[in-house]
């Protein structure tokens, strides 16, 4: 729970009231008001010497009816030797001044009851307790008592309903007109605990007294964030409230309760959860918007706990060490969905001790602007805002804050502050700092300035200062402004005396005053008075109707004067939309209301700075006269309806009922009124329409009644069935329901009948039922003999319906016929079946189709769309495997059992016809034929190949081969010589032969020989450009018979074997060289022979490379901001030409290079557009086919750039060589990584310039292996292994390489958790590599054993 705040404000942001008029004393909503009036000083009551006995009044038990309310609250009036009326504290929280009406006042009212009770010559208190809320409200009850000028106490409350009144009477004997009102304190005896309650319980009682001097404690002050939101401002109390439907959900509400100061408490709210998906929410506030959640700490703790034997939720709220502060109302809202519910409790925290009296006029600061003083405080403040019942205005109370303040430690004024009322704390020390100042002996003054004054508005004041030097010159200032005289300030003179003279003293005129006699200066503080506003004629009753006018005048002692009309204590609003009107004329000030009201009736009261006028208006309602009553009504559905009644008044609306349910306008109900006539129209009637009517007029206890009687033809609504023909199809041992709406008013009789048999609601399997809106057909187990037609028959007092609907009960079909397999293929097959001999009563859809092997019980099915026909091919099976089919059946019904499956067949077919038959050589009697394997040989194998030949021009093939051969390659012999032959080759397997394969021309049977014919690639035919490090993989077809001989020659010398490897068969020859460099460059020479003939070629081989950098770069001129660059082409073009130039820059500060130019093909350049003042150094790359050189040449000078008209000597500084070869500033590590995790190896090395970084692994490098990455930032180099396994471990060395040396470090890396050896062949690891690391591993694994 939050601490308490030092500022004493009021909710609405104005400093908080002290002695207030008691209309003004802020109120809690729930409290009623009770008003003591003190006698007059002249006739003072004595007390005949008795002492007078305390008054108890007992706490009720809380209210619970969940309404938002708090529970009202026991008050402990207490009656002591001196009563001390005017100074009587009442401890309140409200957010204004004017409180909104106690809800214990009921508006709308009967006449009220007047009670005169008259009473001997004593103080009488009069109670009358509030019932519990009943249904509608009982009529007031008012106890007037006559009294000679006594204090009297007067409480008007709401009695319970059966009589007799409940009333309770207590003498208390007043004290002595009290001599110092400002110093007297209230005493408050305990309450006794409460009696059991009856019908005379007291129930509820607030006391407001008029005060001047009430305790700022008690003024309802919002020392913490406690008090944000605790009421309502005056403006806000017509604006409807949204709160969510009332539902009961609480089962056991928070109970108020009472604490002293320090004190701990507990609230408490259950919910059943019993109907609750999940937990509900809640809330706890302060007021009425406080939320107390955030407010959590060490004093307030809120818990939640869930029973789940009971299924009841348990909030607590738990306050702990309680201060003053934190009494007051709260509330709990429990919300479930669409469900709400609250309860309101209150918590009244009693003190320890006495709280002493406040100097109240320190609780007002000044608030002009723009002024030296501004925040300092300002009595002026309290004599506008004094309570202008106070018989002695000018008095002062006997604590001298001032006093206190300045004898006090400086750690003390915060805790004066705050038992003093005071707000203003920084304002007040500040000008208790200038009091505070060490006096030094005037030398000007003998006598200074008084340290305040104080005049009546309107007054004169005189300022005396006593000179002690008369010579010396003196000047008057008001808030540092200097005083020139003018009829309103007069300078007087009096022998060493200077006065200041101020008449009609004015509210302006309430400043701070300074006098300076040369270097020395005086101030003083000036309060002026404001007399308060007093009523000079008091505000007359009315009694009136509704909608006449009503007009309240009252008269006051100023023209001009602000005062306030309020209503039941709360302001009444006065905007443009406002019903009240206020208007004033010199003293006069009227109230008018132009069309009275019931709700108008109340107590009305114009407040005054110097009292309160009070006046009850009471607005009644005319007499209601029935002009024409409703009359009861009979209508057919759907018709309209029409009400109408007229009755007198005519402008009084009403409101119309139905069944006691309020009926609401919307687009089928209007609701109308013209005048005196009133009419209900409902456009289409329903049946819910029908019920008994009331119109109730506003404000009158009168209604009218009558009944609406709604009539309906039967009807059967066979429409909504969706059945076509109104046939409903049921399959056979299901169970059909078919519920038919119907509708009628009244509910007509139903029988349901299937021929001249009539349908029982009794029957055990085939029964009719019917409900309210609808009849049924309830058929258990269908059978086929419920097919039919059925007939309903409905009847009531408006007519007579009937309908008939069809039964239909089918079943699925008989299975179909064996299936007959008719032809088989390789793969497929042709099959046909008979339809089933009874489709089920519904015709036959289609048929599913299933197969499997012979040797497998699970069959597959083959089609997913029914299949129309009586026929079907199978596919996709395999050749060589047995299988056998069935046939399933389909109708609207569902799927037959399966047919019988068909006689076992296998799938075979014979192979394609072979391929690729070419003529292999040729002699005088000989041909030789070669071809390949047919593409598709199936199941059932090759067995073999059959050749035959014919000769060209005859169909007589003959075949040469008896038996089958399995050799894609036969040589037919015996043939004539000069003859021509047609061949033709067939492939035989068990299912047949193949289709021949014909060569597509005759062949001459002699042999012919065929010059050599190179047939160069196109590619080849001109220059064959490979890097260094590439592959050379070179194949040249040729051609020639019989097979011809190749040589190669490169630059007219033999090819050496042991660079390039040179392959040749038949019909080409390959060159290859795994890993081009420069050296194999250039043209080979290929020559094939055939006997006598000789076919050569030329292959150019170029093997080229990056280029070298740049000779000879210098600097020929520099000028403004241009310089001129020259340069010789590189030494080593790379076996390429050099196809340009890139030219980068960088100034000497930085050293940071970037690019001029690119792709440049000149050897000179002009560079512009350079910086004047920064000094430059150029390099630049060569560039050929592969790329940029590695290097780059850089110019030995560095051209400075120099403002045109200036030239500067530039001293010579000898430059720093930071050249230095690699050093690893952090080696490598051993480490060990777990195969399948990433592992890193790290390390740092420094050299200038950038060292080259080569990792490698068993002194090898690793170059372009996915398996490994490798980084450099800033000099440190990082090798990243992937999912490293065992046969990545070993020892890694990093290597660093620059023109000036060196360095090289190791480590070692230990894989563990290794691969067997089938995962190792899995990942296509070498065998020699694997057994390696199968050895090593067991090496390892001995030792550890």
């Known amino acids: 729970m939050p601490e308490p705040t030092k500022k004493d404000e009021m909710s609405n942001g104005e400093k908080e009231s002290v002695a207030p008029d008691s209309s003004e004393a802020p109120m809690p909503t729930p409290e009623i008001s009770l008003e003591v009036s003190p006698p007059p000083p002249e006739q003072p009551v004595e007390t005949e010497g008795k002492d007078p006995q305390p008054i108890e009044v007992i706490k009720p038990e809380p209210v619970e009816n969940g309404s938002k309310e708090p529970e009202p609250e026991a008050v402990v009036v207490g009656a002591k030797e001196q009563v001390e009326s005017v100074n009587s504290e009442v401890k309140e929280e409200a957010p204004s001044p004017c409180s909104p009406p106690p809800p214990a006042t009921v508006k709308e009212e009967a006449e009220p009851v007047v009670t005169e009770v008259n009473q001997p010559p004593e103080p009488v208190v009069t109670v009358v307790t509030p019932p519990p809320p009943p249904p509608p409200p009982p009529e007031p009850v008012v106890t007037e008592v006559t009294q000679p000028p006594e204090p009297v106490v007067t409480v008007v409350t709401p009695p319970p309903p059966p009589p007799p009144e409940p009333v309770v009477t207590v003498q208390v004997t007043p004290p002595p007109p009290p001599a110092d009102k400002d110093d007297d304190g209230t005493t408050n005896t305990p309450s006794p605990p409460p009696p059991p309650e009856d019908a005379n319980t007291v129930k509820k009682l607030s ?33 409807p409230v949204d709160t969510p439907p009332l539902s009961s959900l609480l089962i056991e509400r928070p109970q108020g309760g009472s604490i002293t100061v320090g004190g701990d408490i507990s609230f408490v709210a259950k919910v059943e959860a019993q109907d609750l998906l999940r937990k509900p929410t809640i809330k706890w506030f302060k007021g009425k918007w406080m939320d107390l959640a955030s407010k959590t700490g060490k004093h307030l703790q809120l818990k939640e706990t869930f029973d789940r034997r009971t299924k009841i939720h348990t909030f607590e709220m738990h306050i702990i060490k309680a201060k003053d502060n934190y009494a007051g109302n709260y509330r709990c809202e429990v919300t479930y969905k669409d469900k709400f519910d609250s309860c309101s409790f209150d918590l009244e925290v009693k003190e320890l001790e006495q709280s002493q009296s406040v100097d109240i006029r320190s609780a007002f600061k000044r608030s002009s602007e723009g002024h030296e003083d501004a925040g300092d405080l300002d009595f002026s403040g309290l004599l506008k805002h004094r309570n202008q019942r106070e018989p002695k205005q000018d008095e002062t109370p006997e604590v001298d804050v001032w006093e206190i303040l300045k004898s006090a430690r400086p750690d003390q004024y915060e805790k004066i502050a705050f038992e003093y009322g005071i707000t203003d704390l920084r304002g007040l020390l500040k000008r208790l ?69 101020i008449n009609n003293c004015g509210l302006n005129d309430d400043a701070a005053y300074s006098v300076a006699a040369g270097e020395e200066k005086c101030t003083t503080e000036l309060f002026v008075k404001e007399l308060p506003v007093k009523i000079t004629k008091e505000i007359e009753a009315v009694k009136t109707t509704v909608n006449e006018r009503i007009e309240l005048e009252c008269e006051v002692s100023e023209e001009g004067a602000q005062v306030k009309w309020c209503k039941n204590g709360v302001e009444v609003p006065t905007g443009p939309r406002s019903r009240y009107r206020v208007k004033s004329e010199g003293l006069k000030h009227w109230l008018i209301i132009d069309d009275a009201s019931k709700e108008d009736t109340g107590t009305f009261s114009l407040m005054a700075s110097g009292g309160t006028s009070e006046a009850k208006v009471q607005v009644e309602l005319k007499p209601l006269k029935i002009i024409q009553d409703l009359q009861d009504m009979t209508v057919l559905l759907g018709q309209p309806l029409k009400m109408h009644c007229e009755i007198f008044p005519g402008n009084v609306p009403g409101r119309w009922y139905r069944n006691g349910q309020l009926i609401q306008s919307n687009d089928r109900i209007n609701i109308l009124q013209r005048a005196k006539n009133h009419r209900l129209e409902i456009v289409n009637s329903t049946i819910h329409d029908a019920g008994d009517y009331t119109f109730v007029p506003e404000g009158y206890t009168q209604s009218l009644c009558a009944k609406v009687h709604i009539v309906d033809p039967p009807r059967v609504h066979l429409e909504s069935l969706n059945f076509p023909d109104n046939t409903v199809t049921i399959v056979a041992g299901n169970k059909l329901r078919v519920e038919i709406p119907i509708s009628g008013e009244p509910a007509p009789r139903v029988v349901w009948m299937k021929g001249e048999r009539v349908i029982l609601d009794s029957g055990h399997r085939v029964r009719a039922e019917t409900f309210s809106d609808y009849t049924s057909l309830t058929i258990d187990i269908a059978e086929k003999e419920d097919t039919g037609n059925y007939k309903i028959v409905l009847q009531n007092e408006a007519g007579e319906a009937g309908a008939s609907i069809k039964v239909k009960v089918v079943d699925i079909p008989d299975p179909p016929e064996v299936p007959l397999v008719t032809e088989v293929g390789g793969d497929w097959c042709s099959m046909t079946w008979e339809p089933p001999i009874y489709d089920g009563g519904s015709p036959i859809l289609g048929y599913f189709i299933e197969r499997k092997k012979k040797q497998s019980s699970r069959w597959m099915r083959l089609n997913f769309d029914l299949n129309k026909e009586t026929t079907f091919e199978p596919k996709k099976m395999i050749e060589g495997v047995p299988y056998e089919v069935r046939v399933f059946a389909v109708n609207a019904i569902g799927v037959s059992k399966p047919s019988e499956p068909s006689k076992a067949f296998v799938p075979l077919a014979v192979t394609s016809e072979p391929t690729m038959l070419v003529v292999d050589d040729v002699t005088d009697t000989t041909v030789t034929m070669k071809w390949r394997p047919p593409e598709t040989i199936g199941a059932a194998g090759l067995d073999g190949y059959l050749v035959e030949y014919c000769i060209e021009g005859s169909d007589d093939w003959r075949v040469t081969n008896k038996e089958l051969t399995e050799k894609t390659k036969y040589t037919i012999t015996g043939l004539p010589p000069e003859a021509k032959i047609l061949v033709r080759v067939r492939a035989i397997n068990a299912a047949g032969a193949s289709t021949p394969r014909t060569l597509q021309h005759s062949i001459l049977v002699k042999e012919v020989i065929e010059p050599p014919k190179i047939r160069i690639p196109r590619h080849l035919k001109q220059t064959y450009t490979r890097k260094v490090g590439e592959a050379v993989n070179l194949v040249i077809p040729f051609m020639g018979k019989p097979r011809p001989k190749v040589s190669w020659l490169k630059e007219g010398q033999t090819v050496d074997p042991t660079q390039v490897t040179i392959r040749n068969t038949d019909c080409d020859s390959i060159i290859f060289i795994r890993k081009a460099e420069r050296k194999h460059s250039g043209k080979y020479d290929m020559k094939v022979e055939v006997e006598n003939h000789v076919d050569t070629a030329i292959i150019d081989i170029q093997i080229v490379d990056l280029p070298g950098p740049p000779q000879c770069v210098k600097i020929d001129e520099v000028w403004g901001g241009n310089v001129a660059l020259d340069w010789t082409p590189p030494k080593d073009n790379g076996n390429a030409a050099i196809t340009g130039y890139t030219i980068q820059k960088a100034d000497k500060k930085t050293m940071e290079w970037y690019t001029c130019i690119e792709h440049y093909h000149r050897t000179c350049i002009t560079i512009t557009e350079l910086v004047v003042g920064n000094e430059y150094f150029f390099r630049i790359y060569s560039e050929n086919m592969v790329g940029l050189s590695e290097g780059a040449t850089q110019t030995k000078d560095s051209a400075l750039i120099v403002k045109e008209g200036m030239q500067l000597k530039n001293p010579e500084y000898i430059d720093h060589d930071f050249k230095e070869p690699p050093k690893f500033t952090q080696p490598l590590i051993n480490t060990f990584a777990i195969a399948g995790y990433n592992a890193t190896l790290n390390c740092s090395v420094r050299a200038n310039p950038r060292p080259k970084v080569i990792w490698m692994k068993n002194k090898i490098a690793i170059i372009d292996d996915p398996r490994y990455r490798m980084f450099s930032n800033q000099g440190v180099c990082t090798l990243e292994i992937r999912k490293p396994s065992p046969y990545d471990g070993g020892m890694y060395s990093c290597k660093a390489i620059n023109d000036l040396g060196d360095a090289l470090v190791e480590c070692k890396l230990e894989v563990k958790g290794g691969f067997t050896f089938s995962e190792l062949m899995q990942r296509g690891v070498p065998l020699h590599l694997i057994d390696k690391y199968m050895s090593e591993t067991k090496v390892v694994e001995q030792p550890e054993k």
């Open 207 to 239: 006391i407001e007294l008029p005060n001047d001097s009430v305790h700022v404690s008690a003024m309802g002050r919002k020392d913490s964030v406690w008090s944000l939101g605790e009421g309502q401002a005056p403006e806000d109390l017509d604006k």
């Open 433 to 501: 700092k200038k009091t505070k100042k060490e006096e030094k002996k005037s030398e000007a003054f003998a006598k200074k300035l008084d340290p305040a004054y104080q005049v009546d508005k309107g007054g004169k004041i005189r300022l005396v200062v006593d000179l002690a030097d008369p010579t010396v010159e003196l000047k008057w200032y008001k808030n540092g402004q200097e005083i020139r005289p003018t009829p309103k300030f007069i300078f007087e003179q009096k022998g060493t005396q200077r006065i200041l003279v």
